[in-house]
């Protein structure tokens, strides 16, 4: 099992930053995928960056150059840096570990961007 805990959402105007945070119950060292989606109310999650044990990142064309994911497995903490953002950015961002074939995720930290 796996728990995640999001935290660093809030409201922010367009251009401004946010850094999001997902603390995980357990040890990250041995869960190679984690990242962030995010979802806005009827719509699909959608991917927005993932990264690997070994540091290998992706990211949604929209994102790219904008924001920057990272870990530190010695904290067990994910880290999505988020500058130069725009309204259509606004949704709830959810943490996600994949281990032992089962997604874990987290409760969601809402993203609000004002024009």
């Known amino acids: 099992q796996v728990q995640l805990v999001e935290s660093g959402g809030g409201l922010v105007q367009a251009g401004g930053s946010l850094r999001l945070s997902c603390a995980a119950s357990?040890?990250?060292?041995?869960?190679?995928?984690m990242g962030w989606y995010r979802q806005d109310p009827g719509k699909q999650r959608e991917l927005v960056a993932t990264?690997?044990?070994?540091?290998?990142?992706n990211y949604a064309d929209s994102v790219k150059g904008r924001f920057t994911i990272s870990r530190d497995n010695a904290k067990n903490t994910v880290y999505l840096q988020m500058n130069s953002l725009k309204p259509e950015d606004t949704a709830v961002y959810y943490c996600n570990a994949y281990y032992s074939a089962t997604n874990y995720w987290g409760q969601g930290t809402q993203v609000t961007v004002s024009s």
């Open positions: 990264i690997t044990r070994g540091g290998s990142t």
């Open positions: 357990s040890s990250i060292f041995r869960i190679n995928g």
